[in-house]
């Protein structure tokens, strides 16, 4: 007697080998944090929103645990003045929103890592933006 039940497994764990290791293949080069904003307006509360991408799909990426920030002058070349970095909750699907305080119109540096669900690797990215009064 034969058995159709182990052609229709084996096709079926192929299938699983084959989308487990797409999904293993997921590195920190596949994400992207973007800026929504290239300038923001100086002063304190200013928010900077980020946006994160997978960019094999272009989807966004909700649910990320954004773990460290940091918030500089160093494109004007005063690395040492740094802000306090609030984060916000949500309002759009993979964006993510912090509180600062921009003290001074210029170049910021804005240091963003986080986790990705089920990516065992960290995102990290340095933007560059302006203040502007």
Request: glycine share 6%; aromatic share 8%.
């Amino acid at each position: 007697m034969k058995s159709k039940f182990f052609p229709r497994a084996a096709t079926l764990a192929f299938a699983s080998v084959i989308a487990a290791s797409q999904a293993a293949k997921a590195a920190p080069e596949d994400y992207e944090f973007q800026l929504v904003e290239n300038e923001i307006k100086e002063g304190n509360g200013a928010v900077v929103a980020v946006r994160l991408l997978d960019k094999r799909t272009g989807a966004p990426v909700n649910n990320a645990v954004v773990f460290a920030t940091r918030m500089d002058m160093a494109p004007d070349g005063m690395e040492a003045m740094t802000a306090p970095v609030e984060a916000l909750p949500p309002e759009e699907p993979g964006i993510y929103r912090f509180k600062t305080d921009l003290i001074m119109a210029g170049g910021w540096r804005f240091s963003i890592a986080a986790k990705v669900q089920g990516e065992a690797d960290t995102v990290e990215r340095r933007l560059v933006f302006k203040a502007v009064q």
